[in-house]
């Protein structure tokens, strides 16, 4: 589970975009935030991923029995906890294959059994892309998923 306590967040200037946000997100369960522009969803994200950090609150992630305050932690020790923060246009990554981009998020060398799973959880052809350059021959559908694939590659246990 995903809690937050009182979560505030303020720009530079002093203005507060985020007050006294309190949810609760029960493990295995799929939220969708939505709001008009500049309601403060983006900021949200990036607080829970801990790509920045808010002025006051508190927020907790349960493992099983267990919870920590990961309030203080940064987005990588947050992404070790499997909490992700996708760009809304996902970064080309020119040079790159989708495959070698897998095994960087990994962190390991993967069979093509394995990256035909992981591509399949999103819902493309392993075979049609796990040899094709991350540019601007993907549309921007197919990037955003090769995205999530990275995400998943982090805890893959396939």
């Known amino acids: 589970m995903l809690e937050l306590q009182n979560i505030k967040w303020k720009v530079s200037d002093g203005t507060e975009i985020i007050k006294n946000i309190n949810v609760e997100i029960p ?28 002025k006051s609150g508190k927020i907790f992630l349960s493992e099983g029995e267990t919870e920590r305050d990961i309030t203080e932690l940064d987005v990588t020790e947050r992404a070790r906890s ?6 809304q246009q996902p970064v080309r990554f020119k040079g790159l294959t989708v495959r070698n981009l897998l095994e960087i998020a990994a962190g390991r060398t993967m069979s093509q059994n394995e990256l035909c799973k992981l591509l399949g959880k999103v819902g493309l ?6 040899n094709r350059e991350m540019n601007t021959s993907l549309s921007g559908g197919e990037s955003k998923r090769i995205e999530i694939a990275t995400v998943l590659a982090r805890n893959a246990k396939i």
């Open 27 to 54: 493990t295995g369960k799929l939220v969708v935030i939505t709001g008009p522009n500049g309601g403060g969803k983006t900021s949200l994200a990036k607080l829970i991923a801990g790509v920045v950090m808010p």
């Open 82 to 87: 499997g909490i992700a923060y996708a760009f």
């Open 125 to 130: 052809c392993a075979e049609e892309y796990i």
